[in-house]
T-cell receptor
């Protein structure tokens, strides 16, 4: 059983398109995240949701819009894709915001904008 | 602003050697520190989590230590194996900033036969 699953794993699309990446966790966690890993392998948080509410938004362009229909899902929608959006996007979850619990990551979604 | 640095950036050791990976952070007001492993083309796997009140955590051949006052953590891998080859990342959660993890730049480890 995959704890944090995200789809698609690979996505190649043209500039200007709109795309979505879906994420689901079956761990019963109440906090979910999106992280971006750039070409230099540096990981940086984009968003964090706790109980479907946005609690962290790290100055991400508003072309990126997270949506959390329920605690187990956090989807990432990207409008008007740009070349610089090419990266690996990781979804993650943990038990609660502000506690010491382990964060679990999905396998990543490789986005290539051409 | 929290900055997390890992040294060395890359390391190659022969199988069987013990090794130490280093992580340093600029703001000692952390809630916890977590070590991850990332295999090529894969996601992150959590290895160890150390609370700010703890000094070390152990799991199998792995031992992680934390010295909060000096802003340092080490990951000790005993009797390294080729299967340990991966990138190792440390990440700190700052006190009072809810869920945010700040990641280090990673150490790419190669264990050779």
């Amino acid at each position: 059983d995959t704890a944090v699953s995200q789809t698609p794993k690979y996505l190649v699309t043209q500039m200007g398109n709109d795309k979505s990446i879906k994420c689901e966790q079956n761990l019963g966690h109440d906090t979910m995240y999106w992280y971006k890993q750039d070409s230099k392998k540096f990981l940086k948080i984009m968003f964090s949701y706790n109980n479907k509410e946005l609690i962290i938004n790290e100055t991400v362009p508003n072309r990126f819009s997270p949506k959390s229909p329920d605690k187990a899902h956090l989807n990432l929608h990207i409008n008007s894709l740009e070349l610089g959006d090419s990266a690996v996007y990781f979804c993650a979850s943990s038990q609660a915001s502000g506690t010491g619990n382990t964060i679990y990551f999905g396998e990543g979604s490789w986005l290539t904008v051409v | 602003k929290q900055e997390v640095t890992q040294i060395p950036a890359a390391l190659s050791v022969p199988e069987g050697e013990n090794l130490v990976l280093n992580c340093s952070f600029t703001d000692s007001a952390i809630y916890n520190l977590q070590w991850f492993r990332q295999d090529p083309g894969k996601g992150l796997t959590s290895l160890l989590l150390i609370q700010s009140s703890q000094r070390e955590q152990t799991s199998g051949r792995l031992n992680a230590s934390l010295d909060k006052s000096s802003g340092r953590s080490t990951l000790y891998i005993a009797a390294s194996q080729p299967g340990d080859s991966a990138t190792y990342l440390c990440a700190v959660r700052k006190t009072g900033t809810a869920s945010k993890l700040t990641f280090g730049t990673g150490t790419r480890l190669q264990v050779t036969l």
